[in-house]
């Protein structure tokens, strides 16, 4: 099965577009050096704050980016346009 990194933040108005294009950025980097991300997906939820889930094929290749998160540049750079940050990993158990 696979495994997903689930993110929450806000991030100011302002600063959204450069966000995104940050955001960019970091997700090709990570693929390019870690194979497994398969897919992202940011949702703007209706309370202001986004959800930001990372699907990745296993959970020794999430591990692996994880563990060398502070290789990409990127990383730094996008989160500090956030703001009360959580994040959870998680296994799917169903998907239709």
């Keep these: 099965m696979s495994v997903v990194r689930?993110?929450?933040?806000?991030?100011d108005p302002a600063d959204l577009e450069e966000f995104l294009a940050r955001r960019a950025s970091l997700i090709g980097t990570v693929r390019e050096t870690h194979p497994g991300l398969s897919k992202t997906r940011l949702v703007e939820l209706e309370d202001g704050t986004y959800s930001d889930t990372w699907h990745w094929e296993s959970d020794a290749q999430m591990g692996a980016a994880l563990a060398a998160i502070s290789t990409f540049p990127e990383?730094?750079?996008t989160m500090a346009l956030t703001r009360?940050?959580?994040a959870l990993n998680g296994r799917v158990v169903d998907e239709r």
């Design 84 to 86: 009360d940050a959580t």
């Design 75 to 77: 990383a730094p750079l």
């Design 6 to 11: 689930s993110h929450t933040y806000s991030v």
